[in-house]
């Protein structure tokens, strides 16, 4: 058990499910842009969300720090290799979620956190209040069901706030190092996507890259965002990490 607990306070954790995640998007984004087989994507999304939601019901059951699952809750978005409306969504994330949420009231039940609301509620509230806001004005015909949901979303986003808040043990260093693998998971899936196109600057220059859960400008967004914890680990790491953190760094920007 110690062993375990070891592993899970490592940077090995983070980098596990960093190549996990890798290796998911890869075989489904190539099973589809390499025309492979069309059937096999959809087989892939469904193990790779089951394999989630089991690996996050177990850690939650079996440790009182909460924090373990969060890094595989956020890889998530990224590693479906398919664009999908909200009418579209794969079925298996509603399982997969109903077993994550399973395992956060178990361990709610087992290790009874005493709850707090956390520094950043208020803050977070308001800028879930501006997403819902944000598809009120949109014209089309699945509009209701689109707000409906991002309401019941930022609402359950809320509530897990607050879990995490009075659960979830972690140090800012481990917090960046998280999110700079998010980088470095980013950074991978474009250029995988640059290998593929046959003209390669052309693909570059236009700007206009597609990885399946979003385009460009949703990868730049998200690189914005990963861009500073990179850029604490460069002032704080020394030798070959800070040369490590500074090349991360470099290709976030680019």
């Given at each position: 058990m110690?062993l375990?607990k070891k592993?899970?306070n490592?940077r090995?954790?983070?980098?596990?499910v960093?190549?996990?995640?890798?290796v998911?998007?890869?075989?489904?984004?190539?099973?589809?842009?390499?025309?492979?087989d069309?059937n096999i994507?959809?087989k892939i999304?469904?193990?790779?969300?089951m394999?989630?939601?089991i690996?996050?019901?177990?850690l939650?059951?079996?440790n009182?720090?909460?924090?373990y699952?969060i890094p595989?809750?956020?890889?998530?978005?990224f590693?479906?290799?398919?664009?999908?409306t909200?009418l579209?969504i794969?079925?298996?994330?509603?399982?997969?979620?109903g077993?994550m949420i399973?395992?956060l009231?178990?361990n709610?039940?087992i290790?009874r956190?005493?709850?707090?609301?956390?520094?950043f509620?208020?803050?977070?509230?308001?800028?879930c209040?501006?997403?819902?806001?944000?598809g009120?004005?949109?014209p089309n015909?699945?509009s209701?069901?689109?707000?409906?949901?991002?309401?019941?979303?930022?609402?359950?986003?809320?509530l897990?706030?607050v879990?995490?808040s009075?659960s979830?043990?972690t140090n800012?260093?481990?917090?960046c190092?998280?999110f700079?693998?998010?980088?470095?998971?980013?950074?991978?899936?474009?250029?995988?996507?640059?290998?593929i196109?046959?003209?390669?600057?052309e693909?570059f220059?236009s700007?206009?890259?597609?990885?399946?859960w979003?385009?460009?400008?949703?990868i730049?967004?998200?690189l914005?965002?990963?861009?500073?914890?990179?850029v604490?680990?460069?002032l704080?790491?020394?030798?070959?990490?800070t040369i490590?953190y500074?090349v991360i760094?470099t290709?976030?920007c680019?």
């Amino acid at each position: 058990m110690l062993l375990i607990k070891k592993y899970l306070n490592s940077r090995l954790y983070l980098l596990t499910v960093l190549i996990v995640s890798m290796v998911f998007w890869l075989l489904a984004f190539l099973s589809h842009n390499e025309k492979i087989d069309i059937n096999i994507q959809p087989k892939i999304e469904n193990i790779s969300l089951m394999s989630y939601g089991i690996i996050c019901f177990i850690l939650l059951v079996f440790n009182k720090n909460t924090f373990y699952f969060i890094p595989w809750v956020i890889f998530i978005p990224f590693v479906f290799a398919r664009p999908f409306t909200a009418l579209e969504i794969p079925k298996t994330i509603f399982i997969a979620s109903g077993i994550m949420i399973l395992g956060l009231v178990l361990n709610l039940i087992i290790y009874r956190p005493k709850f707090k609301m956390g520094h950043f509620f208020i803050g977070l509230a308001v800028l879930c209040f501006a997403f819902v806001l944000g598809g009120i004005n949109v014209p089309n015909d699945n509009s209701r069901f689109q707000i409906l949901l991002t309401l019941v979303c930022v609402v359950a986003f809320l509530l897990l706030y607050v879990v995490l808040s009075s659960s979830a043990e972690t140090n800012f260093k481990t917090i960046c190092r998280l999110f700079t693998y998010l980088g470095i998971f980013l950074v991978f899936e474009l250029a995988v996507y640059f290998k593929i196109q046959p003209d390669f600057k052309e693909a570059f220059l236009s700007k206009n890259s597609t990885v399946g859960w979003g385009i460009s400008n949703n990868i730049a967004l998200m690189l914005l965002f990963t861009f500073p914890f990179t850029v604490y680990l460069v002032l704080v790491s020394s030798n070959i990490k800070t040369i490590f953190y500074v090349v991360i760094m470099t290709l976030e920007c680019l």
